[in-house]
């Protein structure tokens, strides 16, 4: 709590092993919307991250014993099987070549890339930036400026 007021944070990542209470315990005593992550690898994945009540919902690639950051992708179509209205972000994998099949199959909130625009490991590439970036755009889904840009809390915590 106290990190999350002394550096300003407005929104938490959840990239673990954390229950939903846990998650909900985090949005009650911070104030922040709450990010959390899921490691996709079948359908039960799906339906696991179904049970915590954050904002968002982010879909990320399974590899044994690494949290996130591995380059690499999941069955899109696994997404297919989601009930759930909290909104999505589509992670795992994604790069200007790839992401706007995956934007178009799995019809994302937002998307969450840093492998796939880097020319090394922490390395961010500005080109590969710039082309992720007008890939995304070229989908046509620019949010609108007259909505907000973050839902509020209440509504993507609904079942």
């Keep these: 709590v106290g990190t999350a007021e002394g550096i300003g944070l407005t929104m938490v990542q959840l990239h673990g092993d954390e229950g939903p209470s ?8 911070t104030g922040v919307k709450v990010v959390k992550a899921a490691r996709v690898r079948d359908g039960g994945d799906i339906r696991a991250i179904e049970s915590f009540r954050t ?3 982010l879909l990320d690639a399974h590899v044994e014993g ?3 950051g591995t380059g690499t992708t999941f069955d899109h179509a ?5 009930r759930s209205r909290v909104p ?4 795992g994998g994604l790069t200007a070549e790839n992401v706007v099949g995956a934007i178009e199959a799995v019809a994302p909130w937002g998307v969450d890339v840093a492998s796939g625009v880097e020319s090394a490991p922490g390395v961010k590439d500005h080109a590969k930036v710039e082309a992720f970036t007008a ?3 070229s989908t046509g889904d620019e949010p609108d400026p007259e909505s907000p840009d973050v839902p ?8």
């Design 88 to 91: 999505l972000l589509l992670s």
């Design 66 to 68: 690494t949290y996130g």
């Design 135 to 137: 890939a995304v755009r």
């Design 22 to 29: 846990f998650c909900s315990e985090v949005a009650r005593r």
């Design 55 to 57: 904002d968002f919902h």
């Design 152 to 159: 509020a809390p209440e509504e993507a915590r609904t079942p």
């Design 78 to 82: 696994l997404v297919d099987t989601r």
